[in-house]
Antibody, heavy 122, light 108 residues
Framework: EVQLLESGGGLVQPGGSLRLSCAAS????????MSWVRQAPGKGLEWVSA????????YYADSVRGRVTISRDNSRSTLSLQMNSLRAEDTAVYFC???????????????WGHGTLVTVST | EIVLTQSPDTLSLSPGERATLSCRAS???????LAWYQQKPGQAPRLLIY???SRATGIPDRFSGSGSGTDFTLTITGLEPEDFAVYYC?????????FGPGTKVDIK
């Protein structure tokens, strides 16, 4: 069974930085695109960023473009999200999710981690 | 950018009833790229339907998806107690992975 375990969340001041990680196991990590999806308290889901299996292609939501960088280390089966210039509106639970379909980005998300909470506040 | 809207915001039903949830896109989309997810409080979302009508692995056949163009539907035939949750539709494309705002199905 696919396992995704996020870490790195916490409390950060506005303007600060944070790096989230997602440790993946029990599937061939580099065969699948991955995404970060967030959910503000009491709100709906918002896709944040995606990266292809090779890591050569990445995609960002307009709300985070220029402030966030997605990356992956296929040798360690780890997905990362570097977040800079954080704002109060970035406060959310951040989920990592695996895309269905090998070597495809434009597919649904079939496995999710439990999420890590990021709080941006003074 | 394509925007997804979902209706109703909340659907109050009793166990055993049929739930019909709507997802509308602001412009026509390929039904290959439409998914539905279920989320319960404190849990991660779960993929129910992809490609507008294909059930994901392990999803009971009381869940079905349909639609094309701009209008898509998730139908739950015979609500079970565990089906009361929030449901999101999602458009996934070459560079866009937009979620709808969600429909909450609660117990009447």
């Amino acid at each position: 069974e696919v396992q995704l375990l996020e870490s790195g969340g916490g409390l950060v001041q506005p303007g600060g930085s944070l790096r989230l990680s997602c440790a993946a196991s029990d599937f061939t990590f580099d065969n699948y695109a991955m995404s970060w999806v967030r959910q503000a308290p009491g709100k709906g889901l918002e896709w944040v960023s995606a990266i292809s299996g090779s890591g050569r292609s990445s995609y960002y939501a307009d709300s985070v473009r220029g402030r966030v960088t997605i990356s992956r280390d296929n040798s360690r089966s780890t997905l990362s999200l570097q977040m800079n210039s954080l704002r109060a509106e970035d406060t959310a639970v951040y989920f990592c999710a695996k895309h269905t379909g090998q070597d495809q980005v434009a597919v649904a998300l079939d496995s999710w981690g439990h999420g890590t909470l990021v709080t941006v506040s003074t | 950018e394509i925007v997804l809207t979902q209706s109703p915001d909340t659907l109050s039903l009793s166990p055993g009833e049929r739930a019909t949830l709507s997802c509308r896109a602001s412009q026509s989309v390929s039904n290959t790229y439409l998914a539905w997810y279920q989320q319960k409080p404190g849990q991660a979302p779960r993929l129910l339907i992809y490609g507008a009508s294909s059930r994901a692995t392990g999803i009971p056949d009381r869940f079905s998806g349909s639609g094309s163009g701009t209008d898509f539907t998730l139908t739950i035939t015979g609500l079970e107690p565990e089906d009361f949750a929030v449901y999101y539709c999602q458009l996934y494309g070459s560079s866009q992975f937009t979620f709808g705002p969600g429909t909450k199905v609660d117990i009447k």
